[in-house]
């Protein structure tokens, strides 16, 4: 396995935020405060604008708190943003354009938004990746659309690996699901808006 530069963040211009005529703005980062560790996010409004929006007012409206990490395949990805401690899944709201084709890839570190078979249907959930997973990538997806990266990992990635270390089993319907909960206490919005 070869090693990856993660990419450097994206700036994006922006004087609706408050920063003088010209300059340059930081794009969004939050915190998931887990039952792991703390991980830090950076979200790309400029290549995702309608899945950071969807993410950043599922943040802002609390939805997040309280999830679990419901699938986790080391080696692959960590699932989240949709299911209670008791596997019960949490009424979220209408699902989203795919913004897959947006230039982003689903390298180590990126967050992705998760979906069905239908390529338009990611709502709430969404997964880290843990390793470059270049056959979700729309160039290279069978349906033709892939998984649309939105943002990666700015630090916290140590806590990533650890829960795609967690012991897994299956619980009712569900595969790899952690044996004991890792919970998402909170997101918080640390930088942008």
Same mark, same amino acid.
């Given at each position: 396995?070869k090693l990856?530069d993660? =990419?450097?963040?994206l700036?994006?211009?922006?004087?609706?935020a408050?920063?003088?005529?010209?300059?340059?703005?930081?794009?969004?980062?939050l915190?998931?405060k887990t039952s792991?560790?703390?991980?830090r996010i950076?979200? +790309?409004?400029?290549k995702?604008?309608?899945?950071?929006?969807?993410?950043? !007012?599922y943040?802002?409206?609390g939805f997040y #708190?309280?999830?679990?990490?419901h699938? *986790?395949?080391?080696?692959f990805?960590? !699932?989240?943003?949709?299911?209670?401690k008791n596997l019960?899944e949490?009424?979220?709201?209408e699902?989203i354009?795919?913004e897959a084709?947006?230039?982003?890839?689903?390298?180590?570190?990126?967050l992705?938004?998760a979906r069905t078979?239908a390529?338009?249907?990611a709502?709430?959930q969404?997964?880290? #990746?843990?390793?470059?997973?270049?056959?979700?990538?729309?160039?290279n997806? !069978?349906?033709? =659309?892939g +998984?649309a *990266?939105?943002g990666?990992v *700015?630090?916290g990635?140590?806590?990533v690996?650890?829960?795609?270390?967690v012991?897994?089993? #299956?619980?009712?319907? +569900?595969?790899d699901?952690?044996r004991?909960?890792i *919970?998402?206490?909170?997101v918080?919005l640390?930088t942008?808006?």
């Amino acid at each position: 396995m070869k090693l990856i530069d993660l =990419w450097k963040p994206l700036v994006v211009l922006s004087a609706a935020a408050g920063a003088p005529g010209g300059a340059l703005a930081a794009d969004p980062q939050l915190d998931l405060k887990t039952s792991a560790g703390t991980i830090r996010i950076e979200l +790309y409004p400029g290549k995702a604008p309608k899945t950071v929006e969807n993410f950043l !007012q599922y943040a802002k409206d609390g939805f997040y #708190n309280g999830t679990i990490f419901h699938r *986790v395949i080391d080696n692959f990805m960590i !699932q989240t943003g949709g299911l209670d401690k008791n596997l019960r899944e949490k009424k979220g709201r209408e699902p989203i354009p795919n913004e897959a084709k947006n230039g982003l890839k689903n390298d180590l570190g990126t967050l992705a938004m998760a979906r069905t078979s239908a390529p338009h249907s990611a709502s709430s959930q969404f997964f880290i #990746n843990l390793k470059n997973n270049d056959f979700l990538n729309s160039a290279n997806a !069978q349906d033709g =659309w892939g +998984y649309a *990266v939105f943002g990666k990992v *700015v630090s916290g990635l140590d806590v990533v690996m650890k829960i795609a270390k967690v012991p897994t089993g #299956n619980s009712g319907s +569900y595969s790899d699901v952690p044996r004991e909960a890792i *919970v998402i206490e909170s997101v918080t919005l640390v930088t942008g808006k």
